[in-house]
């Protein structure tokens, strides 16, 4: 699937740390190139290539401190896994969009290819810490690296990449990865009984009652969560990827050793201080002013 190219021997040398937003570095590329309509999450409508109304001729915004409390909790909830500054500093060099239309255009054109390889990059940097992966390490860390070398391909290139693709590669590796997880938790809380693991990979779970479910192991690709009541469910070792969880009670829930979630899927919820989360997330601040 992933050619060897100069990968002698699987390292792991990339980190999370490296694929968090640094908006000192960006020049607010969220706040323009990508859009977004009048809903629970946004309080105005904005169309792609406009700069959304809040964005200070610094590139900071202005009602930053008070996003939620002024509509756009959708703000709170975004990350752009890194995306930002790396098409600021280093794919346009430090050129911002204010320099030219003709660049301007481009770089929006860009950013959410470059946000989608920063996402896999992501996932695939989680799945290399996981220790039930292990026998497909050298698999994971070539696609890694792969998508690492076309995120730094020129403008031109990444405007013809074949993104979905590549994220049809990637996601095989990240399936069998999820597979591994769940054969390992099941082993490890449930001993050798043979079990069926729970797919509810697209379900549509908006408003469910799913308070004190037992959801471990579960698939919960692109599940649709919002509102649902998971209240003290044990999530433990569940695949998040793609799972809308706004607004979701996650209150007491047990999320540890959950693979595939994100701090923005996290911000999006609702939880109080006995959420257990995942060691790479933290407990957003809105948390502790909710009842």
């Not at 309509?37 to 105005?44: K, L, M, N, Q």
């Not at 979630?261 to 790479?280: F, M």
């Amino acid at each position: 699937m992933f050619e060897n190219h100069d990968y002698p021997n699987p390292k792991h040398d990339i980190s999370h740390n490296s694929l968090r937003p640094d908006c000192e570095k960006c020049f607010g590329l969220c706040c323009v190139a990508l859009p977004f309509a009048v809903s629970a999450d946004f309080a105005v409508e904005k169309n792609a290539g406009k700069p959304c109304p809040n964005l200070q001729s610094d590139f900071r915004c202005s009602i930053h401190k008070n996003l939620r409390q002024q509509g756009f909790k959708g703000c709170i909830a975004f990350d752009c896994f890194g995306a930002g500054q790396k098409v600021s500093q280093i794919t346009f060099g430090g050129i911002d969009w204010h320099e030219g239309p003709a660049t301007a255009t481009k770089m929006y054109h860009v950013f959410p290819i470059m946000l989608q390889l920063h996402e896999i990059l992501w996932y695939l940097t989680e799945a290399l810490t996981l220790k039930a992966s292990h026998p497909i390490h050298r698999e994971l860390y070539l696609a890694l690296h792969e998508t690492e070398r076309l995120s730094q391909l020129s403008p031109d290139s990444l405007l013809k990449l074949d993104v979905p693709s590549h994220r049809t590669n990637v996601n095989a590796l990240l399936l069998r990865t999820s597979e591994l997880v769940w054969i390992e938790s099941h082993l490890q809380h449930k001993g050798m009984k043979k079990s069926k693991r729970i797919n509810r990979r697209g379900a549509d779970l908006m408003g469910a009652n799913l308070r004190g479910t037992d959801l471990s192991g579960a698939n919960l690709r692109g599940a649709y969560l919002i509102a649902a009541n998971l209240r003290d469910a044990d999530l433990r070792a569940a695949d998040f990827i793609g799972a809308d969880l706004r607004d979701a009670d996650l209150s007491g829930a047990d999320l540890t050793e959950s693979i595939f979630l994100t701090q923005a899927q996290i911000d999006s919820a609702k939880g109080d201080a006995h959420t257990k989360l995942p060691r790479l997330l933290s407990h957003p601040s809105h948390w502790s002013a909710l009842k």
